[in-house]
């Protein structure tokens, strides 16, 4: 059964970082792309960037360049988030999800609570 | 700021059928890379239609999805009360960044 399993919830002070982990199994990790997205309370879907299990490479949305960084740990298999310098406006769900070979997401993690208060 | 226009609230009666637009605002979205979500609240969103038109096996035969120019449609036939959700479109672009752009979000509502 392909599955992410995702980290619990994360109450942050602002200024802090937060580090989301998403457990993958059922599937070769490297041969799909992870992508990480978040909804604020009440908001809609925001896409933060990528991360290729298989080379690393990473692409990060304008807007959280500088302030965050996606990694993997092959052995594992796992991917992370960390988002530093945290403000009010971070308190969101972050998800983890699995691209298809045509940009679709079709495996999605339970999602992260993170509040910054 | 979102590039995918959803309308904000469609609703319809059990039975019916209703259509969801998702409209692009700039010329690199790829619209053949166009898939909807489906996401009930408390929970992750889930993958109901991809590449503009096809529906992952497990996906019930009452969704459906199509594309008119630079607006892709999600109409969903028979409408159920599991069906009442908040439903959102993404695309693929051409550009190097973003490379995904996601719609406003459309809150079905069976009445």
């Known amino acids: 059964q392909v599955q992410l399993v995702q980290s619990g919830a994360e109450v942050k002070t602002p200024g802090a970082s937060v580090k989301v982990s998403c457990n993958a199994s059922g599937y070769i990790f490297s041969g799909h792309f992870i992508h990480w997205v978040r909804q604020a309370p009440g908001q809609g879907l925001e896409w933060m960037g990528w991360?290729?299990?298989?080379?690393?490479?990473?692409n990060y949305a304008q807007k959280f360049q500088g302030r965050v960084t996606m990694n993997t740990d092959t052995s594992t298999p796992t991917a992370y988030m960390e988002l530093s310098n945290l403000r009010f406006e971070d308190t969101a769900v972050y998800f983890c999800?699995?691209?298809?070979?045509?940009?679709?997401?079709?495996?999605w993690g339970q999602g992260s609570m993170v509040t910054v208060s | 700021q979102s590039a995918l226009t959803q309308s904000a609230s469609v609703s319809g009666s059990p039975g019916q059928s209703i259509t969801i637009s998702c409209t692009g605002t700039?010329?690199?979205?790829?619209?053949?890379?166009v898939s909807w979500y489906q996401q009930h609240p408390g929970e992750a969103p889930k993958l109901i239609i991809y590449d503009v038109y096809h529906r992952p096996s497990r996906v019930s035969h009452r969704f459906s999805g199509s594309r008119s120019g630079n607006t892709a449609s999600l109409t969903i036939s028979g409408l159920q009360a599991e069906d009442e959700a908040d439903y959102y479109c993404v695309s693929h672009t051409s550009r190097g960044t973003p490379p995904y752009v996601f719609g406003t979000g459309t809150k079905v509502t069976v009445l």
């Open positions: 700039f010329s690199d979205v790829d619209y053949n890379y």
């Open positions: 999800t699995r691209m298809t070979v045509t940009y679709a997401f079709d495996v």
């Open positions: 991360i290729s299990p298989g080379s690393g490479g990473t």
